[in-house]
C-alpha cells in the first residue's frame, strides 16, 4: 500500500468526492509505516502497557499493549500474544496497517466507516475498533489546572509549525481580531521544535528548520510586516513538566488544523480546564457524528476563515463562564475512561476477570491484589506511571528489554539474544 499524505485535506474543508473515496484517502497515510521502515525513527517507537498481564492464584489475564510498530513486534515475539492483546496505532486518523491486531485506535466512533473498512478488508471483522488514540491516554491528574494561576495569556497554541496547522490562517484571524475588536491578542505559541531559538529580544530564529516548517513561519512573518514578536509570544519547546502552568494561564487554547489524528493538545487544554477552540470540519470525515468535545469544553469555529476564527476567539475569552472543560473531559476520558473503554469492549475480560463490572476495571478488587502481587503495586498505580518503566518505555532497545521482562515473567520461551 503507499503511504500518501493527503494534502488536499490540509487547508480545504470541502473536498467533493464520495465519502467512501474520501476514507481511502485518509487511509492511504499511516505512520506506521514511518516509525517501523525509517531507522532514524526507532529510537521514537513507543510501548505502552495500559493493562498489564496478571497472574493470581493460578489465573492468568492478558494485559493489553498499544504501540506504533504492533506489526515488527508481533513478527519478532509471536509468542506476546499468549499474554497480552494488541493495540495496532496509525497515529493518524487513518485505520492502521496492522490487520493482525486485536483493536485498532480509530480515534472516533463512526459505524458507517468501522462496517465499510471491514467490507473492504474481511481478515480485519473481527479487530475491535476503539473511538480512542495514543492522545487519550493522558494523565489527567499531572495535567491538570494550577491554582491560583492568573489568566495573563488569551490565546495559547502547542503546535508544530507544519503545514497541517494552518499557523497562517491563525496569524491572520490574530490581525483580524485587532481590526474588528480594537485589542492586540496576548498569544503564546509553543512549536515544538528544539532546532528553533529564541533570541534576547523575543523574537524567534527559525532559520535551522527543515524547509516545511520555516516556510510557514516566513508565511506569518509576511502577515505581520516583520513584526511577528508584536503579535505572538513564540516559544521553540516548552517541557511538559511546565506545560499544565502554561496552559492554566490560558483564556483559550487553538488548534487550526483540519485533518490529523486525535491531537493531545485538545485533551491538555480540556484537562487543564481551558475551553478548546477547533474548526468544525476538524476531521470531520473520519469522525462523523463523533464530537472533537463533549458539552461545554469549547466552541466550533463554524467557518475556516480568518475572521470566524476571530470572533470564535473573542466569544469564548469575553465568556469564560460558559465553559467547564475539565468537567466535561473526565466524564469521558482520562486514564481510567481510557482503560475502561478498552476492557469492556473485549468479551474476554468480561468472562475472565473475577466479579468483573462494566465500567469498574480500576475498581475490580481481584485486579488490584493481582496487579500487588505481579508488580508491587496497587493497578491504580501501576496505571499512573508509578511502574513507569513497565508500563511505558520509549525507543527499540528499550521495548526489545521490556518484552524479555514480560516473557521472563511469564514463562515464555526467550530465544532472542
Given at each position: 500500500m503507499v503511504n500518501e499524505w493527503p494534502e488536499a485535506y490540509m487547508h480545504n474543508p470541502c473536498i467533493d468526492k464520495p465519502i467512501e473515496q474520501i476514507w481511502d484517502d485518509i487511509d492511504n497515510y499511516s505512520f506506521e509505516d514511518r516509525y517501523e521502515e525509517t531507522e532514524r525513527l526507532h529510537a521514537s517507537l513507543n510501548m505502552v502497557v495500559p493493562f498489564p498481564p496478571l497472574k493470581y492464584k493460578g489465573k492468568?489475564?492478558?494485559?493489553?499493549?498499544?504501540?506504533?510498530?504492533?506489526?515488527?513486534?508481533?513478527?519478532?515475539?509471536?509468542?506476546?500474544?499468549?499474554?497480552f492483546f494488541v493495540i495496532a496505532n496509525s497515529m493518524f486518523s487513518s485505520y492502521p496497517r496492522n490487520h493482525k491486531a486485536d483493536y485498532f485506535f480509530t480515534c472516533y466512533k463512526n459505524e458507517a466507516r468501522e462496517k465499510y473498512f471491514k467490507n473492504k478488508y474481511p481478515e480485519t471483522k473481527d479487530i475491535i475498533c476503539l473511538p480512542l488514540q495514543d492522545a487519550d491516554f493522558l494523565n489527567e491528574y499531572y495535567i491538570a489546572p494550577v491554582p491560583y494561576t492568573p489568566k495573563t495569556i488569551d490565546v495559547f497554541c502547542v503546535s508544530t509549525p507544519f503545514p497541517v496547522k494552518n499557523l497562517p490562517l491563525i496569524a491572520v484571524a490574530l490581525k483580524e481580531y485587532e481590526r474588528k475588536y480594537g485589542r492586540r491578542l496576548k498569544v503564546v505559541y509553543a512549536i515544538g521544535q528544539k532546532t528553533a531559538v529564541r533570541r534576547e529580544d523575543g523574537s524567534l530564529?527559525?532559520?535551522?528548520?527543515?524547509?516545511?516548517?520555516?516556510?510557514?513561519?516566513?508565511?506569518?512573518?509576511?502577515?505581520?510586516?516583520?513584526?511577528?514578536?508584536?503579535?505572538?509570544?513564540?516559544?521553540?519547546?516548552?517541557?511538559?513538566?511546565?506545560?499544565?502552568?502554561?496552559?492554566?494561564?490560558?483564556?483559550?487554547?487553538?488548534?487550526?488544523?483540519?485533518?490529523?489524528?486525535?491531537?493531545?493538545?485538545?485533551?491538555?487544554?480540556?484537562?487543564?480546564?481551558?475551553?478548546?477552540?477547533?474548526?468544525?470540519?476538524f476531521n470531520k470525515y473520519t469522525r462523523g457524528d463523533f464530537p472533537v468535545f463533549f458539552g461545554n469544553a469549547g466552541e466550533y469555529v463554524p467557518e475556516f476563515t480568518p475572521e470566524s476564527l476571530a470572533d470564535t476567539i473573542h466569544k469564548v475569552i469575553t465568556n469564560p463562564q460558559n465553559y467547564d472543560p475539565r468537567k466535561n473531559y473526565l466524564e469521558h476520558y482520562g486514564r481510567k475512561n481510557f482503560v475502561n473503554t478498552i476492557i469492556d469492549s473485549n468479551p474476554y475480560?468480561?468472562?475472565?476477570?473475577?466479579?468483573?463490572?462494566?465500567?469498574?476495571?480500576?475498581?475490580?478488587?481481584?485486579?488490584?491484589?493481582?496487579?500487588?502481587?505481579?508488580?508491587?503495586?496497587?493497578?491504580?498505580?501501576?496505571?499512573?506511571?508509578?511502574?513507569?518503566?513497565?508500563?511505558?518505555?520509549?525507543?527499540?532497545?528499550?521495548?526489545?528489554?521490556?518484552?524479555?521482562?514480560?516473557?521472563?515473567?511469564?514463562?515464555?520461551?526467550?530465544?532472542?539474544?
Open positions: 492468568l489475564v492478558k494485559g493489553v499493549f498499544y504501540s506504533q510498530a504492533t506489526r515488527t513486534i508481533m513478527k519478532k515475539y509471536p509468542e506476546l500474544s499468549e499474554i530564529d527559525y532559520s535551522k528548520l527543515q524547509e516545511y516548517g520555516s516556510k510557514q513561519l516566513r508565511y506569518v512573518d509576511e502577515v505581520f510586516d516583520g513584526k511577528t514578536k508584536e503579535y505572538i509570544d513564540f516559544y521553540p519547546y516548552i517541557d511538559y513538566k511546565d506545560l499544565s502552568k502554561y496552559y492554566s494561564s490560558a483564556k483559550c487554547c487553538v488548534l487550526g488544523s483540519l485533518i490529523e489524528g486525535k491531537n493531545r493538545f485538545i485533551s491538555e487544554s480540556q484537562s487543564c480546564d481551558v475551553p478548546i477552540i477547533v474548526f468544525k470540519d475480560y468480561a468472562e475472565n476477570i473475577p466479579n468483573y463490572e462494566k465500567g469498574k476495571t480500576h475498581d475490580n478488587f481481584w485486579v488490584d491484589l493481582a496487579c500487588y502481587d505481579n508488580y508491587q503495586v496497587c493497578y491504580h498505580d501501576f496505571l499512573y506511571d508509578k511502574k513507569a518503566n513497565l508500563s511505558h518505555v520509549v525507543g527499540l532497545p528499550n521495548i526489545e528489554r521490556l518484552i524479555k521482562y514480560y516473557y521472563q515473567k511469564f514463562g515464555l520461551p526467550w530465544k532472542y539474544d
